[in-house]
């Protein structure tokens, strides 16, 4: 598989479709596996770590269902390219920055990806536009499926999945949501939502997960704990609370609409005349004026332009996004000036392109 082609592609979960896309981006279960007979990862030599990558990719070739996957040998990959790949959310920070044998197969439109040596000796990940956490628990079991008739997982007839992590134990799954949050970050809501959302053993994230900060008002959402759940608990876990975030942030941008209208146009419009004007730009400020903006088109503050364009500009000018689709490496103060022209080339192309279909 070759980067370029990915850089130059939209992503299947920033396609700005699905239910409740306004303010879901979304949604993606993850599920933890390991080999049995094999030690788990921080216990691996070079040679175990080689051997169950072998073995995973041999797997994967000899699956039809499976074999139109591109397979990327993450150790040969310079560390822009990795970057590029955890930017994409195909990896793991973790995984781009570990040792040893690892890899990441992933599906031809990023459908789904399945890391490979990251904490675990798999990790299984389908994430899809919009709110739709059923399908895509269909789509992960499916993959898992087809794997475990290859091979033989870790697995305690009491405990469960077997994992690195103890709170992976059981189902070994994850069920997140990645929203939109920018009106309840303006209204000074969202410790209050976030500190109830703890109380309910959900955990609170940024864009890049674990770590990351919520760069650009985007924030993820999901289970802690998985022993002694089943995989339909922990999907109803967290579809129970979306509605409620989502209405507190539809509340929220009515208030705004209503009860302070003057200073919310000028907001949106001051971020969206930055970022067409802008000659140097750092990605944190990008982050920040491209959620305003993308509130002021939810908002119809802003006409001629299209949320997925917006979407896709959030993950094409992070760092090495950038570099792969200049094709050189740059230095800080270079990307800051690509970023802006590319912001200006694609703002101005997706205005015109909506004006002359009017």
Not at 148 to 175: D, I, K
Not at 202 to 224: C, H, P, T
Request: charged residues 25%; aromatic residues 6%; glycine residues 6%.
């Amino acid at each position: 598989m070759k980067l370029e082609e990915l850089a130059r592609q939209s992503s299947e979960w920033l396609r700005g479709s699905g239910p409740e896309s306004d303010i879901v981006i979304s949604c993606r279960i993850r599920l933890a596996r390991n080999l049995a007979n094999h030690p788990f990862i921080r216990r691996c030599s070079d040679t175990d770590l080689a051997a169950i990558e072998r073995t995973l990719y041999e797997t994967l070739q000899s699956e039809p269902k499976l074999q139109d996957v591109g397979y990327v040998n993450l150790k040969m990959l310079s560390e822009i390219d990795r970057q590029f790949l955890v930017e994409r959310q195909l990896i793991s920070r973790e995984h781009a920055d570990s040792n040893g044998a690892r890899a990441v197969a992933i599906h031809p439109e990023e459908k789904f990806s399945l890391m490979i040596n990251e904490e675990d000796h798999l990790r299984i990940q389908v994430m899809n536009s919009g709110l739709d956490l059923d399908a895509t628990w269909e789509q992960t079991d499916a993959i898992d499926d087809v794997v475990e008739e290859h091979l033989s997982y870790a697995f305690h007839q009491r405990l469960g999945y077997l994992t690195a992590c103890p709170t992976n134990v059981g189902t070994g799954m994850r069920v997140s949501v990645m929203f939109h949050l920018p009106a309840l970050v303006l209204t000074q809501q969202i410790d209050k939502v976030f500190r109830s959302l703890q109380k309910m053993n959900l955990a609170v994230r940024g864009l890049y997960g674990e770590g990351s900060r919520a760069m650009g008002d985007f924030y993820q959402i999901s289970n802690q704990i998985t022993l002694g759940r089943s995989e339909k608990d922990l999907i109803q876990q967290v579809s129970d609370v979306v509605p409620q975030i989502i209405d507190y942030e539809r509340r929220a941008r009515d208030f705004l609409v209503h009860e302070n209208q003057q200073d919310l146009h000028d907001r949106v419009s001051r971020a969206y005349g930055l970022l067409c004007s802008a000659q140097t730009i750092s990605s944190e400020e990008t982050m920040e004026l491209l959620s305003s903006v993308r509130m002021g088109v939810n908002l119809g503050l802003i006409e001629n332009l299209k949320i997925p364009t917006i979407n896709k500009l959030f993950i094409h000018t992070q760092p090495a996004h950038l570099q792969k689709l200049r094709g050189t490496e740059l230095d800080t103060a270079n990307r800051n000036i690509e970023r802006a022209h590319y912001l200006q080339r694609h703002l101005q192309q997706d205005g015109a392109d909506a004006a002359e279909n009017n």
